[in-house]
């Protein structure tokens, strides 16, 4: 089992930046492909930002490539989203998520609880 703990979720007016922080704990965090997701109310989950095991490889989605970035620290077991330039549509609950399998898979194992982003206008 991995057990995640997202934090850094908040209220935050467009234009501003948000960094958002994943804790792994459990199983061997560098086994993992983490990945972000979100879900804004009334529409499906999807994919932000993921990063393989090393921290070498990374994917986002179209709508927060230049804006996001994501990065991992597997001494401290964590793995960050850094989130500038944030505009209303980027509000939703975010996830953070593990993966058993390469950032080319969109199939993940454990998932966090989840932390509000609200990107007011």
């Known amino acids: 089992q991995v057990q995640l703990v997202e934090s850094g979720g908040g209220l935050v007016q467009a234009g501003g930046s948000l960094r958002l922080s994943c804790a792994a704990s459990?199983?061997?965090?560098?086994?993992?492909?983490m990945g972000w997701f979100r879900q804004a109310p009334g529409k499906e989950r999807e994919s932000v930002a993921r990063?393989?095991?090393?921290?070498?490889?990374?994917y986002y989605a179209d709508s927060v490539k230049g804006r996001f970035t994501i990065s991992r620290d597997n001494a401290k077991n964590t793995v960050i989203l850094q989130m500038n330039s944030l505009k209303p549509e980027d509000t939703a609950v975010y996830y953070c998520?593990?993966?058993?399998?390469?950032?080319?898979?969109?199939?993940?194992?454990?998932w966090g609880q989840g932390t509000q982003v609200t990107v007011s206008s």
């Open positions: 990063i393989g095991r090393s921290g070498i490889s990374t």
């Open positions: 998520a593990a993966s058993d399998y390469t950032i080319l898979s969109s199939t993940y194992r454990y």
């Open positions: 459990g199983r061997t965090f560098t086994n993992y492909t």
